[in-house]
């Protein structure tokens, strides 16, 4: 069974551009979810999708938005990037949302110059 | 309040001997989860183990047990017989279950762990 994957890995953008990432779950699950890492702030929740429908968001400026397609892949849009958005941001898959596990995905290291 | 707290920011332990990596939490759920991951140097986040505050058993998965304490809001890792490639960041995590089954999960800031030689 193939693993959450992320695209891409790595991304440079410059202030004020925009960039989407992308997050395809393991087969079956129906949950996904986003968070952003930084050395500063840690790990911290920035939305968690299922059904296509966003069920959970954390405390991050409108600038991030995301959405869920109906085979459960996810996308998440930054606008307006702002030199602090340069972060890890992972995207981990469960089979409900209210599962033991969550599987984590490699990450998409994004640096904003 | 912070949810989680990984009041270890870094330790050492020997290779071969046992070591126990703490966290506390905080929440006045009744049903709630808590995890921990490992995260080597490469970023990916892997789960390790995993205990329901209604598991009356401390979770255990090989060499991985939690020391779960619900009464002092405990929910410590202990590592047994370590490995080199322990070596990694460890983050202790709480999902908690609101109306409707949804969940938020709170990571704590983690604890990066050496193994020596």
């Known amino acids: 069974k193939a693993g959450v994957t992320q695209t891409p890995r790595y991304l440079i953008k410059t202030r004020g551009q925009q960039v989407t990432l992308s997050c395809s779950p393991i087969?079956?699950?129906?949950?996904v979810s986003w968070y952003q890492q930084t050395p500063g702030q840690g790990l911290q929740f920035l939305f968690e999708?299922?059904?296509?429908?966003?069920?959970n968001k954390g405390n991050f400026p409108g600038r991030f938005s995301g959405r869920q397609f109906s085979n459960s892949r996810s996308e998440m849009n930054v606008s307006t990037l702002e030199l602090g958005d340069s972060a890890l941001y992972l995207c981990?898959?469960?089979?409900?949302?209210?599962?033991?596990?969550?599987?984590f995905g490699p990450g998409t290291r994004l640096t904003v110059l | 309040a912070q949810k989680i707290t990984q009041t270890q920011p870094g330790m050492f332990v020997q290779e071969k001997e046992a070591v126990t990596l703490d966290c506390t939490y905080d929440?006045?759920?009744?049903?709630?989860?808590l995890f921990w991951y490992k995260q080597p140097s490469s970023g990916e986040m892997i789960f390790l183990i995993y205990?329901?505050?209604?598991?009356?058993q401390n979770a255990t998965e090989g060499r991985y047990s939690l020391n779960f304490q619900k009464a002092r809001k405990s929910a410590n890792l202990v590592i047994s017989a370590s490995q080199l490639g322990d070596s990694a960041m460890y983050f202790c995590?709480?999902?908690?279950?609101?109306?409707?089954?949804?969940?938020?999960?709170?990571f704590g800031t983690g604890t990066k762990l050496q193994v020596i030689p």
């Open positions: 205990q329901g505050s209604y598991d009356e």
């Open positions: 999708y299922f059904s296509e429908t966003q069920r």
């Open positions: 087969s079956g699950h129906r949950s």
């Open positions: 995590a709480m999902r908690e279950l609101g109306s409707g089954g949804y969940q938020k999960v709170t």
């Open positions: 929440t006045s759920d009744q049903s709630y989860g």
């Open positions: 981990a898959s469960s089979l409900t949302g209210t599962s033991n596990e969550q599987f």
